[in-house]
C-alpha cells in the first residue's frame, strides 16, 4: 500500500479525526474544501473503510477509525520530530492562538501578552474565550491552547504549572456599613444582598461551604458575567462580593472598594496554567505559554502583587 500512498495523506486523516469537519479540517491544513473531500475519497478507498460517516450535520468516526487514531498520531509525531531541527522563529510563527481564563485576566493581564505577542510574534492572532468549568473534562475538543483557572487539585490528564495560591475576601463599597469592622462576623455577612461573578470560572463556593458549615446561607442577589458591572453594582449598593484575594486588592486599588477578611478559613485557591500534553514539546506553544506565565506572574495584578 505503501507504494500508492502520499504521507502527506496520512495527515489529512489525523486533522479530519480530530475535527470530524471537512472545512475546519482543511482550514488547518490551508487547502480547499473540495482538495479535502478528494483526499478523504482517496483515503477511503486506500483503507476499504468509509472512515467517517454523516450522522445529521456531523461526521462521525467508524471503529477502524478510531483504531488508526492513536497509532497515526504517534506517527506523525516521529515525522514531526525527525524534521523539527530547525530552530523556532516567532516572527514566522502564523496561527490563531486560542487563550481562555477569566475577564479579570482578559481585561488587566491579556494586554501584557498582547503587546508582547505584537512584537516578537506580529503574524499570531490571538483569539480569547472566557473559561466555563465544563470546558475541563473535553479540552482537547474546546480548540483552546492555553488556559488557566482556578482548581483545589492539579488539573488531571492535562499539563499543568501552579501559578499561585491565595484565599477568600469579602469586598464592599468604601463606605459600607461593614467596611469599619476590623472582623466580620458570619451574621454580618449574610445580613447583606450578595452579588456573584459568573463568567471564567468558580471563586466563591468555598466559601459558601464555609457558611453551611456554621448553619449559614447567603443570599445571592445579583449575578452578573464581568467584574467590570460588579465593581459599578458594589459602589452603588450595600451588596458584598466574595472573591480570591488578590481580585480583591487590585479592584480596591482601582475602585472606590474595599474588603476585608472572613470569619471564618477556607481551602486556599490554587491557579493553574494548563494546555493539552500533545502540545508539552510543540515549540511555538512552549514560547506562548512561557509569555503568558510570565505576564501571569509578574503584572501589578497578578497574585503575586498582593
Known sequence: MLTNLNLNLLRSLHMLLEETHVSRAAQRLHITQSAMSRQLAQLRDLCGDPLL????????????????????????????????????????????????????????????????????????????????????????????????????????????????????????????????REEISCEALVTYPHLKVTGGGDKDTNADLALAQHGFQRRIALKVPFFSAAVNALKNSDHLMIVPEHIAYHLARESELTYRPLPFDTSEHLYWLMWHPKYDHDKAHQWMRDKVLHAMQTSPYSIGMI
Open 53 to 180: 460517516v454523516r450522522d445529521g450535520n456531523n461526521l462521525v468516526p467508524t471503529p477502524r477509525a478510531l483504531e488508526m487514531q492513536d497509532k497515526l498520531r504517534v506517527l506523525l509525531g516521529e515525522f514531526d520530530a525527525l524534521l523539527a531541527d530547525k530552530p523556532f522563529d516567532p516572527k514566522l510563527w502564523q496561527q490563531e492562538f486560542v487563550l481562555s481564563s477569566s475577564d479579570y485576566v482578559a481585561q488587566y493581564i491579556l494586554p501584557d501578552v498582547v503587546a508582547v505577542t505584537t512584537e516578537q510574534a506580529p503574524k499570531v492572532n490571538i483569539a480569547y474565550r472566557l473559561w466555563q468549568p465544563e470546558f475541563l473534562a473535553n479540552f482537547e475538543q474546546t480548540g483552546i491552547h492555553l488556559a488557566s483557572t482556578m482548581l483545589a487539585q492539579k488539573p488531571q490528564h492535562l499539563s499543568s504549572v501552579e501559578i499561585g495560591h491565595d484565599k477568600s475576601m469579602c469586598v464592599m463599597r468604601a463606605d459600607h456599613p461593614l467596611s469599619g
